[in-house]
């Protein structure tokens, strides 16, 4: 069975800060991992994956992730926050075969303060 | 770009009605789900669909739930007899072959309100 870890339901930075959203999960597989935006009132938007190549994987926004087994974490960065980033993040993770649903964390509500 | 599309945005029902939510996924994709959000939870899988056949669902999937792919373009969520319970947000997503990896593209969602 899968599960997906997010530490945090709510984090609030400060415009131009660091953004960490935490993200870690359980695979008996080796794993997919995703992470979601949705912004409010709007459905879930990708804005990166892991898929068994580059551990560093970039997304959209400026966002980024690093995948770690030793770990089993997937967290999420972001160098320098904009209010634009205000929303809620699903970390969610998959197998890497056959038509596997996608098991989603409970989410984490970033908030940028100006 | 190509994107799910989901109808209608919002639907309130009575209970013990029957609602049929639609989406369309991306033309030339070939896995569909239906995933739900209760409010303040997070989203969970409900049904996977491919080559017109339920391929896995959950135990929240139950008979009340069906799945249809009516025609080569819309694919159906109905639920017979709605619950207070049943109070979400439902999403549609799809995926394509094996080419393009195992990302879902998700639909703006619908929400639905029994009372």
């Known amino acids: 069975a899968q599960s997906v870890t997010q530490l945090g339901s709510h984090v609030s930075v400060s415009e131009g800060a660091l953004v960490l959203l935490r993200c870690n999960y359980s695979?008996?597989?080796?794993?997919?991992l995703f992470w979601y935006v949705q912004y409010p009132n709007q459905g879930l938007q990708l804005l990166l994956k892991?898929?068994?190549?580059?551990?560093l994987v970039k997304g959209i926004n400026g966002f980024e992730a690093e995948f770690k087994k030793s770990e089993t974490s997937f967290h999420l960065t972001k160098p320098s926050a904009h209010m634009s980033d205000a929303a809620e993040y699903f970390c969610?993770?998959?197998?890497?075969?056959?038509?596997?649903?996608?098991?989603f964390g409970k989410g984490t509500r970033l908030s940028v303060i100006a | 770009e190509p994107e799910v599309t989901q109808t209608p945005s919002h639907q309130v029902t009575q209970m013990g009605q029957e609602v049929i939510l639609r989406c369309v996924p991306i033309?030339?994709?070939?896995?569909f789900y239906w995933y739900r959000q209760i409010l303040g939870q997070k989203v969970e899988f409900l049904v996977s669909?491919?080559?017109?056949?339920?391929?896995?669902k959950s135990e929240i999937f139950d008979d009340q739930f069906s799945v249809e792919r009516p025609d080569g373009s819309n694919f159906t969520l109905k639920i017979r007899s709605t619950k207070l319970e049943d109070s979400a947000m439902y999403f549609c997503?799809?995926?394509?072959?094996?080419?393009?990896?195992?990302?879902?593209?998700f639909g703006p969602g619908t929400r639905l309100t029994v009372l």
């Open positions: 997503a799809s995926r394509g072959s094996s080419g393009e990896g195992d990302t879902q593209y």
């Open positions: 695979s008996s597989v080796p794993p997919y």
């Open positions: 892991y898929t068994s190549a580059a551990t």
């Open positions: 969610a993770v998959s197998s890497l075969s056959g038509n596997t649903p996608l098991v």
């Open positions: 033309s030339n994709h070939l896995y």
């Open positions: 669909f491919y080559n017109n056949e339920i391929s896995e």
